[in-house]
C-alpha cells in the first residue's frame, strides 16, 4: 500500500481574493502589480469546490479560498511566473 504525500500546493479558483486574504494589505497591493511574483508561508486555510486533476502524471489541487489565518512570516521575492501544465 502506497500513501501520497501531503498537499503541499493549491491553485486557487478566486487568485485575487486570495492574495488578499493570505498577505498583508502593502504586500497583497505589490503582489497584484507584479513587483512581487511569488509568495510562500503556512496558514491554516478554510475552501470550498475542493478539486483534484492529473496532467502529465501530475497531480493539481485547486480549491476556493474562503478564509485564513495566517503565520505572519510569510516570505515574498520577486522571481519568474513557474509554468504550469505538460511543458
Known sequence: MTFDPPVREFLFSNPDQAVMILLDPATAQRFLAKQILAAEG??????????????????????????????????????????????
Open 42 to 87: 503556512e496558514a491554516i486555510v478554510t475552501i470550498r469546490d475542493y478539486q483534484v486533476s492529473v496532467a502529465c502524471d501530475q497531480r493539481w489541487y485547486s480549491a476556493e479560498l474562503i478564509s485564513a489565518s495566517r503565520n505572519q512570516e510569510i516570505v515574498v521575492s520577486a522571481r519568474a511566473n513557474v509554468p504550469s501544465g505538460c511543458g
